[in-house]
């Protein structure tokens, strides 16, 4: 009697615990079906970025030397002020086609210096930058923390597009917006941006007109052109070996092909 007693419990506990479960869901998707979620003005009006053809797209793809030059350009004279690249060494610019040379001048005609600490007296100081050293890191005066943007091709789906519809995707909130969300006007301080996540970011427009960057090979830039060229070298910091792995990959397959031959070769002269 004590068995069948304890075993009825069971039975009880076991059943009420898969009613609790069971009325748990039923309240969920009937929550689901009567009450849909709420839509925000981001969900709305963010927009995916705009595909993006580089020379570096797709399995094949490879570096435009010249256009990774105008983009480091773009990148020291306008976003250096505020993003850091500090996994990028200079001595690392030779593979955009820098020579020994210009990466030297460059790295000691850079505008940050080097930190340096002595242990034996505590005292701090600076000294110019050598090839072998990392592009320095920028300290950021005002609010937030600017992201390092040595990964950032990587870090963002769809990194290169992502990047040159962001800089190009600065507009006015459309009135459309306002008129069916009037809580999401952007706040003082921040630049609307449907390219970015909730629509408002603290960075104003970085590139804002014409010839902003005089392109030492003369090319004509516009925002455009800038914010293609800047996407394709913060591609180059992300994976600068990339060519080498198409290669790599290329090649890989072509032995692969050549192994399956040779293999269907040697199983049909044993098999025969």
Same mark, same amino acid.
């Given at each position: =009697?004590?068995?069948?007693?304890?075993?009825?419990?069971?039975?009880?506990?076991?059943?009420?615990?898969?009613?609790?479960?069971?009325?748990?869901?039923?309240?969920?998707? #009937?929550?689901?079906?009567?009450?849909?979620?709420? @839509?925000?003005?981001?969900?709305?009006?963010?927009?995916?970025?705009?595909?993006?053809? /580089?020379?570096?797209?797709?399995?094949?793809?490879?570096?435009? $030397?010249?256009?990774?030059?105008?983009?480091?350009?773009?990148?020291? @004279?306008?976003?250096?002020?505020?993003?850091?690249?500090?996994?990028?060494?200079?001595?690392? /610019?030779?593979?955009?086609?820098?020579?020994? #040379?210009?990466?030297?001048?460059?790295?000691?005609?850079?505008?940050?210096?080097?930190?340096?600490?002595?242990?034996?007296?505590?005292?701090?100081?600076?000294?110019?930058?050598?090839?072998?050293?990392?592009?320095?890191?920028?300290?950021?005066?005002?609010?937030?923390?600017?992201?390092?943007?040595?990964?950032?091709?990587?870090?963002?789906?769809?990194?290169?597009?992502?990047?040159?519809?962001? /800089?190009?995707?600065?507009?006015?909130?459309?009135? @459309?917006?306002?008129?069916?969300?009037?809580?999401?006007?952007?706040?003082?301080?921040?630049?609307?941006?449907?390219?970015?996540?909730?629509?408002?970011?603290? =960075?104003?427009?970085?590139?804002?007109?014409?010839?902003?960057? $005089?392109?030492?090979?003369?090319?004509?830039?516009?925002?455009?052109?800038?914010?293609?060229?800047?996407?394709?070298?913060?591609?180059?910091?992300?994976?600068?070996?990339?060519?080498?792995?198409?290669?790599?990959?290329?090649?890989?397959?072509?032995?692969?092909?050549?192994?399956?031959?040779?293999?269907?070769?040697?199983?049909?002269?044993?098999?025969?």
């Amino acid at each position: =009697m004590s068995a069948l007693f304890v075993k009825s419990i069971k039975f009880l506990i076991g059943g009420a615990f898969v009613f609790a479960l069971f009325l748990a869901l039923w309240t969920t998707v #009937a929550g689901m079906i009567n009450e849909p979620a709420a @839509e925000t003005a981001a969900e709305e009006f963010h927009l995916k970025p705009e595909h993006l053809a /580089l020379q570096s797209n797709g399995p094949f793809g490879t570096f435009d $030397e010249q256009q990774l030059q105008r983009g480091f350009q773009v990148y020291k @004279e306008v976003c250096a002020a505020c993003h850091s690249l500090s996994l990028v060494s200079f001595r690392e /610019l030779e593979g955009i086609g820098y020579t020994e #040379a210009q990466v030297k001048a460059i790295a000691t005609g850079w505008a940050t210096p080097q930190p340096t600490f002595d242990p034996k007296t505590g005292d701090r100081g600076e000294r110019p930058n050598t090839p072998a050293d990392r592009i320095p890191h920028v300290y950021y005066a005002g609010q937030g923390s600017p992201p390092d943007l040595s990964l950032i091709a990587k870090a963002r789906e769809d990194g290169p597009a992502y990047i040159h519809s962001l /800089l190009t995707g600065y507009q006015q909130q459309p009135a @459309e917006l306002l008129e069916k969300f009037p809580d999401a006007k952007t706040p003082e301080g921040l630049h609307y941006n449907p390219y970015f996540p909730n629509l408002n970011l603290a =960075m104003p427009a970085p590139l804002t007109s014409e010839g902003q960057v $005089e392109y030492l090979d003369g090319t004509r830039a516009t925002v455009d052109q800038m914010s293609k060229d800047v996407a394709a070298f913060l591609v180059w910091t992300a994976e600068p070996t990339l060519e080498k792995r198409h290669a790599v990959g290329f090649a890989t397959i072509l032995f692969l092909i050549a192994l399956l031959i040779l293999t269907f070769g040697a199983y049909r002269s044993v098999w025969a």
